[in-house]
Structure formats: structure tokens, C-alpha cells
């Protein structure tokens, strides 16, 4: 069974740096998905970026990018610039491809608590 | 911003009574989920259907029931509430097709309390 570990509960950075957020993940697959998802106080969750495993490049939205590292199994959310707004609890997903029988499906981490700070 | 919706956004009721959570989306997905939230805990999957007529269990066991009866809804209902029961509940859809589309996208959410 797949399972998405983030180890730090919280974390806090100051307005205008960099802070990166940790994930690892551990399958036994070779072609999957990995999300990171956004999820503000009593607000709706967003997805911030997704990552296709097969795919060396690392995704990049904006001041958002990733550091995809599939033999490690480490999969990394680089914030830059950070703003006030990015305050929120951050979730690393998996999921498996289409056609294995968790078609669809998403693992959750147990989630980043990121405080910005002015 | 998806077009997925939920109701009611809170909800506090008192023990053995019948809820039913109501969830829609308006993106014609296939394939839509329920997933349970405790505070500042991970999302766990409870219940997911690829299509009308279609309905799985997930993860997490789960009291509760769902239908996909059309496919812009997927009701989930408890047909007696307990204080366990209080939590968040999270309705997200995607469409199945290509890869790279086959993305959830969540709905505010329903924050239960059973007294």
C-alpha cells in the first residue's frame, strides 16, 4: 500500500522568503501522481501543483515549484516570495495511475501548518 | 476555482438523527468522493463512485452511505448520528480521461457537530 509521510506539522517563514515544505512517499509503482494542495482556514482546498512521475522536469506555478526526487521518493514545495495569503495547512497527495485497481484514488499526508509571518 | 458545492456548511445535530450531506458539482466529472477531515488532520477517503449507478467504499470505514444517482450529485447520508460522527466532510469530482485532467477538485466542505 502507498503512503505520504510530511514531518513537520508546522512551519512558519517571514513575508518575501523561501520556505520549503517536505514530503515523502513510499509504492512500489513507477508511474503515479503527486499533488500538493492548499488548504486555508475554514476555506476551500486548492490545488496548488501537481506532479506527473514520469516527468523529470520539476512543476513550477508561479512562486510555487517543486523538487521531484522519484528514487528518493521525495517530493518537496518550494514557496518563494512568500505572501500573507499563502497562510494555510498544505497537503502532499498521491495518486496511482489509471487502470490499477486505485484508479483515482488520493493518499494523504498529514499535512504542513505554514504560518507567514509580516 | 471549481464548481463544486456543498451543503449545508454547518450542521450541529443531536444524536440518532437522519443526516443526509448534499454534494454537486457542475463540471459533468465522472467520478466523485467523500472524504472525512478531522481538525488539522489528514483527508481520509470514505466513499467514491466513477459513475451513475456506481458507488465504492473507501480507506476509512464509514457509517454512512452514499448514491450517485445523476451524475452532478452524490449525496452522502447517516442514518443515525453520533458524537463519533463530528467531524469535516470533503465532496470532491474529476473527469477520467487523459492523465493529466484526471485532477479532484474539493468543495467547501461540511463541518458536522453531533451533540
Known amino acids: 500500500a502507498q503512503t505520504v509521510t510530511q514531518s513537520q506539522p508546522e512551519m512558519s517563514v517571514q513575508e518575501a522568503e523561501t520556505v520549503t515544505l517536505s514530503c515523502t512517499y513510499d509504492?512500489?509503482?513507477?508511474?503515479?501522481?503527486l499533488f500538493w494542495y492548499k488548504q486555508p482556514p475554514s476555506r476551500q482546498m486548492i490545488l496548488v501543483i501537481r506532479q506527473e512521475a514520469y516527468k523529470q522536469q520539476n512543476a513550477t506555478e508561479n512562486r510555487f515549484s517543486v523538487n521531484f526526487q522519484k528514487a528518493a521518493k521525495s517530493f518537496s514545495l518550494k514557496i518563494s516570495d512568500s505572501q500573507l495569503g499563502d497562510a494555510a495547512m498544505y497537503f502532499c497527495a498521491y495518486r496511482s495511475p489509471t487502470g490499477s485497481s486505485n484508479t483515482g484514488k488520493l493518499i494523504f499526508g498529514q499535512g504542513t501548518t505554514l504560518q507567514v509571518k509580516p | 476555482e471549481a464548481d463544486i458545492y456543498q451543503t449545508p456548511r454547518y450542521l450541529v445535530i443531536g444524536t440518532g438523527k437522519k443526516i443526509t450531506l448534499e454534494c454537486s458539482q457542475t463540471?459533468?466529472?465522472?467520478?466523485m468522493y467523500w472524504y472525512q477531515q478531522d481538525p488539522g488532520m489528514e483527508l481520509h477517503l470514505i466513499h467514491y463512485s466513477y459513475g451513475v449507478n456506481s458507488t465504492e467504499k473507501g480507506d476509512l470505514s464509514s457509517e454512512s452511505t452514499v448514491s450517485r444517482i445523476r451524475t452532478e450529485h452524490f449525496p452522502l447520508t447517516l442514518e443515525s448520528a453520533r458524537p463519533s460522527h463530528t467531524s469535516q466532510y470533503l465532496c470532491a469530482s474529476s473527469e477520467s480521461g487523459q492523465e493529466s485532467t484526471d485532477t479532484q477538485y474539493f468543495g467547501p466542505g461540511t463541518r458536522l457537530t453531533v451533540l
Open positions: 463540471m459533468g466529472h465522472d467520478k
Open positions: 509504492t512500489s509503482e513507477s508511474d503515479y501522481y
